[in-house]
């Protein structure tokens, strides 16, 4: 079965650090475009950070220099290491993958695009 499943979510202090891990089940992983998604409230889904299956790495402006995506792909996984966490970034945060071998694609949560994978994401809570 194609599966991502995320973990790691938590409440944590402002200026504390969480890191989030995805594993994924069911497809060729190191074919995969990987990325992490943000979903603060239903209207809005905001991609936090990508990492292509050549090592192509994006962010958001509002995490650079903060958040960090790294991918294993001996183990299947892809993490996203975030540090000086602010209020602003309490969401609940998805991965999802272009797998690159299939053209299927799943829903993921209200307002976020049509990826081949979705997580069933995980909450970050940021109290001051």
């Known amino acids: 079965e194609v599966r991502l499943v995320e973990s790691g979510g938590a409440s944590v202090q402002v200026g504390g650090s969480l890191t989030l891990s995805c594993t994924a089940t069911g497809f060729t992983f190191p074919y995969s475009d990987e990325g992490w998604y943000r979903q603060a409230h239903e209207n809005e889904c905001e991609l936090v950070a990508h990492?292509?299956?050549?090592?192509?790495?994006y962010y958001t402006d509002s995490v650079k220099g903060r958040f960090t995506i790294s991918r294993d792909n001996v183990n299947n996984m892809v993490y996203l290491h975030m540090t000086n966490l602010k209020p602003e970034d309490t969401a609940v945060y998805y991965c999802?993958?272009?797998?690159?071998?299939?053209?299927?694609?799943?829903?993921?949560?209200?307002?976020?695009?049509?990826?081949?994978?979705w997580g069933q994401g995980t909450q970050v809570t940021v109290s001051s």
């Open positions: 990492v292509e299956n050549n090592g192509k790495i």
């Open positions: 999802a993958a272009d797998t690159i071998a299939t053209g299927t694609t799943m829903a993921g949560p209200p307002s976020c695009p049509r990826r081949n994978v």
